[in-house]
């Protein structure tokens, strides 16, 4: 028969009340009310309460499926767009290093043909080839098979770089 070993356990009342349980340096304890543990340092009152997975607010990327030509690629800011379909252009709106600077596309063109990158109106594509930079363009395309990241770091400027990027 197995040993089962049973840690110091307490509410979350318990733990953090006026006089507070201070632990010894190392000690794990229960938090019986937010069913997480805690871990002590011998002077911290209540020890200090370890994360759950829930507690992170982590968001996995979304991923978006698709075939068919998109106008604008706004709806997919920060999202992997997986392209299954042939030939189509994947048009990337105007943006602004004050409220876009940061914002990435994910594309992995997984469809029959060629991908065509183009923009809205304003944007230009820099593309990023190992230590060389690209001057600006209007259109960029993607091969069968590739993955590009797209990331918007000045006013109407968009980097981009991966492998299958021509």
Not at 48 to 54: D, Q
Not at 79 to 90: D, I, R, S
Not at 136 to 155: H, M, P, W
Request: aromatic share 6%.
């Amino acid at each position: 028969m197995a040993t089962a070993v049973q840690q110091r356990r307490g509410t979350s009342a318990q733990h953090d009340d006026g006089a507070g349980f201070t632990g010894l340096e190392g000690e794990i304890t229960v938090d019986t009310t937010n069913d997480t543990v805690r871990v002590h340092d011998n002077s911290t009152k209540g020890g200090h309460r370890l994360a759950k997975f829930s507690d992170v607010g982590f968001v996995a990327q979304t991923t978006v499926v698709g075939s068919s030509a998109i106008n604008d690629m706004t709806s997919n800011i920060s999202k992997k767009y997986v392209h299954t379909g042939g030939a189509v252009t994947l048009k990337f709106p105007n943006v602004t290093a004050s409220s876009n600077l940061g914002n990435t596309w994910v594309v992995v063109n997984a469809g029959t043909d060629t991908l065509t990158f183009d923009r809205v109106s304003a944007s230009q594509f820099k593309q990023l080839n190992g230590s060389t930079v690209a001057s600006l363009a209007n259109t960029i395309t993607l091969s069968k098979g590739g993955v590009a990241e797209l990331t918007v770091t000045a006013d109407n400027e968009i980097i981009i770089f991966g492998s299958g990027v021509i």
